[in-house]
């Protein structure tokens, strides 16, 4: 019987066995935050290369991440656009391609790929430099966002709003309500 690996259990046990402390918050609950996620990502990059000798030959993570974005995959759109932005598991660094997948994912309401899109536009990474951008995204993702993945935005968002006028403030805020009143 020839088994089949799903990247994700392999990741929570590998979890559970090397980072226990971590391992109830790898999934999608209130708990998860953008350091573990960040963690995640790279565990998951590194179990991979045990995978292929532990499981037999598969896809390439890269090429299962890419098939399951392009079904749709909010969770998997978020991590190939960090994975283009910070050029790993073989991909190279394109920010234009990792703000594409971000906004994918944003689209469906990734709060994730909503802060990811507020950094790329903050500072200017394959898109235009734009802080209104910035702050209807890091408002979006607040809005959506729970626990300890707040704190981070909050930073985030409180930084850029010290270097905006009050209209352009405002002009962000009333996108962001935009958004958010439309998307789940």
């Known amino acids: 019987m020839r088994m089949v690996r799903k990247p994700v259990l392999i990741e929570r046990i590998a ?60 969770e998997a759109q978020f991590e190939l656009g960090k994975n283009y932005e910070t050029g790993r598991i073989g991909l190279p660094k394109d920010f234009v391609q ?14 994730f790929a909503e802060a990811s899109l507020g950094l790329l536009y903050q500072f200017g990474k394959g898109v235009k430099k734009d802080p209104v951008q910035a702050l209807m995204w890091y408002e979006v993702a607040l809005a959506r966002s729970s626990g300890g993945d707040r704190g981070s935005i909050l930073e985030l968002r409180d930084d850029i709003v010290s270097e905006m006028t009050a209209a352009q403030i405002a002009d962000a805020r009333r996108r962001a309500g935009a958004i958010i009143k439309v998307k789940p």
Do not use: C
């Not at 990792?98 to 709060?111: I, S, T």
């Open 15 to 74: 979890a559970t066995a090397i980072v226990p402390s971590f391992a109830i918050s790898f999934g999608r609950g209130s708990t998860d935050n953008l350091f573990l996620r960040t963690m995640r990502v790279r565990l998951g990059t590194m179990l991979f290369v045990a995978g292929v000798s532990l499981f037999g030959q598969q896809k390439p993570l890269r090429e299962r991440l890419l098939e399951s974005a392009q079904k749709g995959d909010a």
């Open 98 to 111: 990792a703000e594409h997948w971000y906004r994918l994912a944003a689209e469906q309401g990734d709060p």
